[in-house]
């Protein structure tokens, strides 16, 4: 049993890492990300309802049970992407996606990644960071491929965005655009042979949202 306080998006969010934890009390307005996949555990919330893998939900003030495997954003509101001071700094302490990736797609984009937090082993291997986009309506860049073998999802943390899908093997026309919200993780979108059709982020509004790695072992 474990709630471990992270500090790799520190000051702009306070995040625990919960592993194996029956009950845990959440005061302020919180954002809590399920990781247990591979255990299919459902995290209990009060009058039945549940948070099952790979989903998140914004909670306040209420006790959450069975916490197999999570990710809680604490008071992630107090980052106000109203703020030009903020939204400055975050600027000047997180990477450019260029410069983390060196994708020559990437060179421009105004999107941000604080550093990765990585934990466990083998197929139990999840990689979370964080990412901010500075400005509205801006795609990522369509990609079907990824450095590593993993099953990809991604959490709205604030502001608005979308997952776009692409024809399964055709990157010019749009199939879907899954709209997200604080507290929506999209649906995923590879099979169980790990493939992806072409997909890309996009920002609606300035946001920061949380890309979820879980490797496929
Ligand atoms: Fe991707």
């Not at 992630?76 to 994708?103: H, N």
């Not at 199939?175 to 995923?188: F, I, R, S, W, Y």
């Amino acid at each position: 049993m474990a709630v471990t306080q992270l500090n790799f998006a520190e000051p702009f969010f306070t995040i625990d890492y919960v592993e194996a934890e029956k009950e845990l009390y959440l005061a302020p307005k919180s954002m809590v990300i399920n990781l247990a996949e591979h255990e299919k555990k459902d995290i209990l919330l009060p009058g039945g309802r549940i948070i099952p893998p790979l989903k998140a939900a914004v909670v306040q003030d209420m006790t959450l049970h069975c916490l197999t495997r999570a990710f809680i954003i604490r008071d992630f509101e107090r980052c106000d992407l109203s703020d030009p001071e903020t939204t400055k700094a975050i600027m000047q302490t997180w990477k450019s996606l260029y410069e983390m990736s060196g994708i020559p797609r990437h060179k421009g984009l105004p999107y941000y990644k604080s550093p990765k937090f990585c934990i466990g082993e083998g197929d139990h291997h999840i990689e979370l960071n964080l990412c901010f986009v500075s400005e509205g309506m801006v795609p990522s860049g369509p990609h079907r491929d990824h450095d590593r073998d993993f099953d990809e999802v991604h959490a709205q943390i604030l502001g608005y965005g979308m997952m776009r899908i692409y024809d399964y093997d055709d990157k010019e026309h749009i199939h879907q655009e899954l709209n997200m919200a604080p507290g929506t993780v999209h649906d995923k979108m590879y099979d169980a042979q790990g493939l992806y059709p072409w997909h890309e982020y996009k920002s609606v509004t300035p946001c920061v949202y949380c890309p979820i790695e879980l490797d496929r072992g």
